[in-house]
């Protein structure tokens, strides 16, 4: 029996750790219109959620994500409108959220894959902030082979991961690589037998650091790993005046002072 539409993505929320889990097993997680949707409302709900520290996002069974489902998508046109149609001033359409908004959840997300991973799936990682993978999941940015180009955030997540001739070879080729070689072309953060696990030691790390440091620390690189001198010393200045002084920065320093189980408060918004 498929999976419901209401049950395409899970998460459950543990010590201020979210585990979100693409749930399509049965289809390798590929993406239909409801996982296009669910996946867009899951980030929502979690960018609002100001007591989540880290996000695990991860697949059931066998596969981080095969892609997209195009046999599924394809039987209504519509669909394609609705997925590539970006409404009033928004910066991303449907397709690109999937990737794209991950980069504005305030919380660190770490992408742990898994069997498969290719393309729409392997942007859903790369707009994760970290990703750990088994050494033999295959990944490959698929779309050139079924004759399109990808269309899901990769030319704003990739740049910041590789060169552009290795960002161009990946793309026109669609050639599959395995966790290994992701790793050493950059574009995996860690390979583990167990990512998962490592994955939760690495959240509950996060998770005992001030989370207004960490979330201005997202989004400073966010805006200036590709901006000019001075804008990105500008975020500098700009982040450090809402950080400083305030509640977390003074619990941080109680912390380090002899209160090392001093709690701290929920994540300030930015």
Known sequence: MSTRDSERVLITIEDGIAIVTLNRPDKYNGLDMPMFEAITRAAKTLKKDRSVRAIILNGAGDAFCSGLDVKTVSKNPVNFLKLLVKPGRRISNLAQNVGYIWRDVPAPVIAVTHGYCFGGGFQIALGADFRFSTSDCEFSIMESKWGLIPDM???VTLR????????KELT????RFDGTEAKAMGLVSRVSDDPMAEAMNFARELAERSPDAVAASKLL???SWNATDRTALD???????????RANQRIAVARNSGSPDKPYQDRRDF
Do not use: H, Y
């Open 153 to 155: 955030s990769l030319t």
């Open 235 to 245: 975020w500098e200045t700009k982040l450090q005046k809402k950080v400083l002084g």
């Open 221 to 223: 690189f966010n805006r």
């Open 160 to 167: 910041e991961l590789v060169p552009i001739d290795l960002a």
């Open 172 to 175: 026109m080729t669609a050639r």
